[in-house]
C-alpha cells in the first residue's frame, strides 16, 4: 500500500534559518503530492502540491520538488520566520487507473519551532 | 463562504454511549471525507464519499459508521464508543478526487471515558 516517511521532529530552528523538511513516499502507480500545514488548534490547510514528476510547488516561500527517481518532496523554506512554527504533514493521492479517489495518506507530521 | 464545519467542537462520551459527529460544506464539493489525528500518527483516512448516497471505507473504519444523505453533509456515526476512538476528528471536501485540494474542518475533539 501507499506509505509517507517524513522527518520527525520537533525541529528547532532561529528565525531567519533555512528549512529543509524531508519526505519520501511509495506508491503504486504516479500519485499526486500535498504539503499541509497546520496551525495551533486549527484544522489543515493546503501549503502546495505537485502532481506529476519534476513539478514544483510554491507558496509563501516555501518550495518542493517532486523527484520521481528518488520518490521525494522535499519541503524548502530560506528563510523562515517565527510564524512558520506549526506543524507539517507531506501526504500523496493516488487516483485509480478506472477513475476516482481516495483520500489522502499522510505522514505523521514535522512540528517546526522558529525561535526569534 | 463557511467553508467546511463540524459539530460538536468538543464531545466527552463514556464508554457504550453513540453520537453523531455533522460535518457541513457549502462549496458544492464531490468528494468529502473524514479523518482522526492521533499524537504521532498523523491522520488517517476513516470513511470517504464521492458523492451524495455513496459511501466508502477507508484505513480505519472499524467502530464507525457514515451517511451521505444530502451532497453538503457528511454524518460520522459512533455506535459504541470506546476509550480507543478518543482522537481529534477532521473532516474534508474537495471537488475532485486525487489531485485536488482538501479542505479541512477545526476538527472535533472527542474523549471516551
Known amino acids: 500500500g501507499n506509505s509517507v516517511t517524513q522527518m520527525e521532529g520537533p525541529v528547532t530552528l532561529s528565525e531567519e534559518a533555512f528549512l529543509t523538511i524531508n519526505c519520501t513516499y511509495t506508491?503504486?502507480?504516479?500519485?499526486?503530492l500535498f504539503w499541509y500545514v497546520q496551525y495551533p488548534g486549527e484544522g489543515l490547510q493546503l501549503l502546495l502540491k505537485a502532481t506529476k514528476a519534476d513539478d514544483k510547488g510554491s507558496n509563501k516561500g516555501f518550495e518542493a520538488t517532486y523527484r520521481k527517481e528518488t520518490t521525494s518532496f522535499h519541503l524548502e523554506k530560506g528563510s523562515v520566520q517565527v510564524s512558520d512554527s506549526a506543524v507539517y504533514f507531506c501526504?500523496?493521492?493516488?487516483?485509480?487507473?478506472?477513475?476516482?479517489?481516495?483520500?489522502?495518506?499522510f505522514g505523521k507530521g514535522t512540528h517546526l519551532i522558529i525561535q526569534p | 463562504n463557511a467553508g467546511v464545519t463540524q459539530t460538536p467542537k468538543f464531545r466527552v462520551l463514556k464508554t457504550g454511549q453513540s453520537m453523531t459527529l455533522l460535518c457541513a460544506q457549502d462549496m458544492n464539493h464531490e468528494y468529502m471525507y473524514w479523518y482522526r489525528q492521533d499524537p504521532g500518527m498523523g491522520l488517517r483516512l476513516i470513511h470517504y464519499?464521492?458523492?451524495?448516497?455513496?459511501?466508502a471505507k477507508g484505513e480505519v473504519p472499524d467502530g464507525y459508521n457514515v451517511s451521505r444523505l444530502k451532497k453538503q453533509n457528511f454524518l460520522l456515526g459512533l455506535e459504541s464508543a470506546a476509550p480507543s476512538q478518543t482522537s481529534v476528528y477532521f473532516c474534508?471536501?474537495?471537488?475532485?478526487?486525487?489531485?485536488?485540494?482538501?479542505?479541512f474542518g477545526p476538527g472535533t475533539r472527542l474523549t471516551v471515558l
Open positions: 506508491a503504486t502507480g504516479y500519485p499526486s
Open positions: 464519499s464521492v458523492g451524495e448516497g455513496t459511501t
Open positions: 501526504a500523496l493521492s493516488e487516483e485509480y487507473s478506472g477513475g476516482g479517489a481516495d483520500g489522502l495518506t
Open positions: 474534508a471536501s474537495s471537488y475532485f478526487g486525487a489531485t485536488d485540494t482538501q479542505y
